[in-house]
Antibody
C-alpha cells in the first residue's frame, strides 16, 4: 500500500524557517517524481514544487521561488521541503504527492494527509 | 503562466442527478488535464488523468472529456459520497496550476 506521511509542520514567526519531510513507503520511491502542493485555510489547491526521481530537475511556483528548496533522499525514501523567509501567506496545509509514472502523462496519483504550517507572530 | 478557470464555483444537486463541471485553460494544454476531489478535512483524491482516463478504483459514473482549452467532468448519477469539492489541474507546463475548485453540495 502506498503511504506518504508528512511531518515538520508547526507555528513559525514571519521570516523564520521550517523543514517539511515526507516519508514514503509501499512503492519504489526512487522511480517516481514527487510534488508538494499546499492549501491555505478555506482556499483551493496550489502547486508548490516538483522534483524528478533522481533530483535532476526541480521546479517551483512563482510564490515560493528563491525561498523554498525541494530535495529528496532516495536511500531513505524521503522527500523534503526547506522553507525559508516564511510569510503569513505561506500558512497552509502542505501535501506531499506522488506523480504517477505514466511517462509524459503527468498527474498525481497518491497524496499524503498533509501537515499544517502556520506563519504568525 | 497558464490560468485555469473552473465553473461553476458551487453547485447544488441531488442524489441521482447528472452534473457537469467545466474547466477552461488560458492556452492550449492538449489533453494534460487532471481532476481531483476533496472532502472537508481530508486530503485530495485523484479521479481522472489525461482528460478522460479514470484512476484505478474510480467508479464509472465519473467521466471526463475535452481537448485544447475546454474540458468537462461529468458525474452521471450523483451518489451521497460524491458531495465534495472538485479541482482540475493542468499538467502541460509548470507551474502546474489548479482551478479554483467547484463545491458540489446537496
Amino acid at each position: 500500500e502506498v503511504q506518504l506521511v508528512e511531518s515538520g509542520g508547526g507555528l513559525v514567526k514571519p521570516g523564520g524557517s521550517l523543514r517539511l519531510s515526507c516519508a514514503a513507503s509501499g512503492f519504489n520511491f526512487s522511480n517516481y517524481n514527487m510534488d508538494w502542493v499546499r492549501q491555505a485555510p478555506g482556499k483551493g489547491l496550489e502547486w508548490v514544487s516538483s522534483i524528478s526521481s533522481r533530483s535532476s530537475y526541480v521546479y517551483y511556483g512563482d510564490s515560493v521561488k528563491g525561498r523554498f528548496t525541494i530535495s529528496r533522499d532516495n536511500a531513505k525514501n524521503s522527500l523534503f521541503l526547506q522553507m525559508n523567509n516564511l510569510r503569513a501567506e505561506d500558512t497552509a496545509v502542505y501535501y506531499c504527492a506522488r506523480v504517477s509514472g505514466r511517462g509524459v502523462i503527468r498527474d498525481i496519483d497518491y497524496w499524503g494527509q498533509g501537515t499544517l504550517v502556520t506563519v504568525s507572530s | 503562466d497558464i490560468q485555469v478557470t473552473q465553473s461553476p464555483s458551487s453547485l447544488s444537486a441531488s442524489v441521482g442527478d447528472k452534473v457537469t463541471i467545466t474547466c477552461r485553460a488560458s492556452q492550449t494544454i492538449n489533453s494534460y488535464l487532471n481532476w481531483y476531489h476533496q472532502k472537508p478535512g481530508k486530503a485530495p483524491k485523484s479521479l481522472i488523468y489525461a482528460t478522460s482516463r479514470l484512476q484505478s478504483g474510480v467508479p464509472t459514473r465519473f467521466s471526463g472529456s475535452g481537448s485544447g482549452t475546454d474540458f468537462t467532468l461529468t458525474i452521471s448519477s450523483l451518489q451521497p459520497e460524491d458531495f465534495a469539492t472538485y479541482y482540475c489541474q493542468q499538467s502541460y507546463i509548470t507551474p502546474y496550476t489548479f482551478g479554483q475548485g467547484t463545491k458540489l453540495e446537496i
